[in-house]
């Protein structure tokens, strides 16, 4: 069965760091895109950061280039997010997803199996 989880979440001061990881169970997750997404309290649901079947393939929003990365680890079957310099606009839950593609769109499109989120709460 087809499965993520997600963990790390938490409450950090602006400027903080977190990792998130997303672990999945019931399929390969290096033969798929996985991608981040992010839902603040009455938005809609957006990517964040996605990494394709192939490590060295990335795709980051303008909104956290350069303070977000993700990574995979093939053995541990996880994806991770790290979180630095986080600002307020941050906060929200965040949620893994495969994508039905080993490779990533800024569509965001074609994206499920949705995990059950972490909360990321951003506030002094």
């Known amino acids: 069965q087809l499965q993520f989880v997600e963990s790390g979440g938490g409450l950090v001061q602006p400027g903080g760091s977190l990792r998130l990881s997303c672990a999945a169970s019931?399929?390969?997750?290096?033969?798929?895109?996985i991608g981040w997404f992010r839902q603040a309290p009455g938005s809609e649901r957006e990517g964040v950061s996605c990494i394709g079947s192939s490590s060295g393939s990335t795709y980051t929003e303008d909104s956290v280039k350069g303070r977000f990365t993700i990574s995979r680890d093939s053995n541990k079957n996880t994806v991770y997010l790290q979180m630095n310099s986080l600002k307020p606009e941050d906060t929200g839950i965040y949620y893994c997803?495969?994508?039905?593609?080993?490779?990533?769109?800024?569509?965001?499109?074609?994206?499920?199996?949705w995990g059950q989120g972490t909360q990321v709460t951003v506030s002094s």
């Open positions: 997803a495969r994508r039905d593609r080993p490779y990533c769109s800024n569509s965001w499109s074609l994206f499920g199996s």
């Open positions: 019931g399929f390969t997750l290096g033969n798929y895109a």
